[in-house]
Nanobody, 124 residues
Framework: VQLQASGGGLVQAGESLRLSCAASGFNLDYYAVAWFRQAPGKEREAVSCIDTSDGDANTYYYYADSVKGRFTLSRDNAKNSVYLQMNSLKPEDTAIYYC??????????????WGEGTLVTVSS
């Protein structure tokens, strides 16, 4: 089981980045997948979550208030990947971003597998 996060980088405020989370060893369609982030000196926090695992063709989304309207989460089942499109980036979005697989929640305790983080730096 492996999650590979990528797409981080250095951008200026107002620009965009797209993070990718590619899964191997399991089917993402059966689990919730979330992005968390950890800024320097701060605790890790949930950014967004997507869940299509209820078997009823429903898709559930969670977005932290701080990113609503700017970040969009999507998944590509054919590629077994989840994407986080981040627009209108702000310096306060600077953090290491992690993707994780588990149960639909904003609590990191409910996520069993984590990818290595990808660093996003937003300059003012």
């Amino acid at each position: 089981v492996q999650l590979q996060a990528s797409g981080g980088g250095l951008v200026q405020a107002g620009e965009s980045l797209r993070l990718s989370c590619a899964a191997s060893g399991f089917n993402l369609d059966y689990y919730a997948v979330a992005w968390f982030r950890q800024a320097p000196g701060k605790e890790r926090e949930a950014v967004s979550c997507i869940d299509t695992s209820d078997g009823d063709a429903n898709t559930y989304y969670y977005y932290a208030d701080s990113v609503k309207g700017r970040f969009t989460l999507s998944r590509d089942n054919a590629k077994n990947s989840v994407y986080l499109q981040m627009n209108s980036l702000k310096p306060e979005d600077t953090a290491i971003y992690y993707c994780a697989q588990g149960r639909y929640s904003d609590s990191e305790s409910l996520y069993d597998f984590w990818g290595e983080g990808t660093l996003v730096t937003v300059s003012s």
